[in-house]
């Protein structure tokens, strides 16, 4: 009973050291080379799976009636819109800085070559800053911040309209970054739009449908506690692992592996606090935190690897340990807070 409470308790933890874990059991055991690559294609495909159940699961639980936008909602779009103008701003203005530090004479090869080499590094640092920026808030937001005692129904709206977003920043931003890729902005609109209505939308529907048509599946759903929660455990094992095997794979130094990590932490404790700062002013800070500061990083990575240079996806794998840490340790104070409440009743 002590082992179940335990894994209750630290869900995120033990999911995120499983999958990194297994990755390693399977990729560094000889023995397990032909296990290994059967798996690899079908933890890809399952992957969606996860996330469209959990998205089902949680909109089976949703009042569709209180599905409306908020003030709040407004505030937080700004400032995400903010953040991804302040770091395109700084990736448009590398160019000129490097042209300009570039000499054109032999005594100045060295220092032209260094500020190369600086340009793509800090470009990268950059990249990898704005997928944990432009990527939509994550549909495990809103379980989360059921767990923690918020609005379900006012997270889910959120999420809507933070995919929205995404979708309409991303054909803008990627061909002012990538002159050379092979992106329109009709091509990535209806792509993208494309795994919007997937993975949000028709779970949505079938999940209404369900709940006004099919009474008695719907109660089962609902009746299992913590289902969405546990779910998400799942495809988070899953992310995990992929992270540790795009950072083991990645062709880059460990210390500037190190740097995007860091920045990505440093990041991701801006979005809360500056979420859950939105949020104190009407009385939601739990769901503005999450709103801004939980990304979808699952489709972050799969951005950076489509669209970008392949390591800026690096800083969307390292977004989700600190993401869920965080997470791991509002989930533990929302439990102590409740636990102490039962102790006062």
């Keep these: 009973m002590n082992v179940i409470r335990f894994l209750k308790d630290w869900t995120l933890p033990v999911s995120m050291g499983m999958g990194a874990l297994l990755y390693l059991v399977f990729a560094y055991v000889p023995q397990l080379d032909g296990a290994a690559l059967f798996f690899d294609p079908v933890m890809e495909a399952i992957l969606p799976l996860f996330m469209f159940l959990i998205l089902f699961v949680t909109?089976?639980?949703?009042?569709?009636?209180?599905?409306?936008?908020?003030?709040?909602?407004?505030?937080?779009?700004?400032?995400?819109?903010?953040?991804?103008?302040?770091?395109?701003?700084l990736i448009l203005s590398l160019p000129r800085a490097v042209a300009n530090s570039c000499v054109p004479s032999v005594a100045s090869d060295l220092r032209s070559s260094a500020s190369l080499f600086t340009f793509h590094s800090t470009l990268i640092l950059l990249e990898a800053l704005l997928m944990c920026i432009i990527s939509p808030c994550a549909t495990a937001a809103a379980v989360v911040t059921q767990k923690l005692g918020g609005s379900l129904e006012q997270t889910t709206t959120y999420t809507f309209l933070s995919n929205f977003i995404t979708v309409l920043m991303v054909p803008i931003c990627f061909p002012m970054i990538e002159k050379g890729?092979?992106?329109?902005?009709?091509?990535?609109?209806?792509?993208?739009?494309?795994?919007?209505?997937?993975?949000?939308?028709?779970?949505?529907?079938?999940?209404?449908?369900?709940?006004?048509?099919?009474?008695?599946?719907?109660?089962?759903?609902?009746?299992v506690k913590d289902l969405s929660f546990y779910?998400?455990?799942?495809?988070?094992?899953?992310?995990?692992?992929?992270?540790?095997?795009?950072?083991?794979?990645?062709?880059?130094?460990?210390v500037f592996?190190?740097?995007i990590a860091l920045l990505g932490l440093v990041l991701c404790i801006i979005q809360f606090a500056v979420g859950r700062f939105i949020g104190h002013f009407f009385g939601r800070a739990q769901e503005a935190g999450q709103a801004l500061g939980q990304k979808n990083t699952a489709f972050a990575i799969w951005l950076g690897i489509t669209y970008l240079n392949p390591l800026s996806s690096v800083g969307p794998g390292c977004y989700i340990l600190w993401q869920n840490i965080i997470n791991s340790f509002e989930i533990w104070q929302e439990r102590q807070k409740n636990k102490g409440l039962k102790t006062l009743s």
Aim: aromatic content about 12%; hydrophobic content about 60%.
């Design 59 to 89: 909109f089976c639980k949703v009042d569709f009636h209180k599905m409306r936008p908020v003030w709040w909602h407004l505030w937080v779009s700004i400032f995400n819109l903010l953040f991804i103008g302040i770091v395109m701003a």
């Design 181 to 223: 890729a092979d992106i329109s902005f009709m091509s990535a609109f209806l792509k993208i739009l494309y795994q919007v209505v997937v993975l949000l939308v028709v779970p949505m529907l079938l999940a209404y449908i369900v709940k006004h048509t099919m009474h008695r599946f719907h109660q089962k759903i609902i009746s």
């Design 231 to 254: 779910l998400w455990g799942c495809s988070l094992m899953i992310v995990t692992g992929t992270t540790v095997k795009n950072i083991l794979h990645a062709e880059a130094s460990v």
């Design 257 to 259: 592996l190190g740097m």
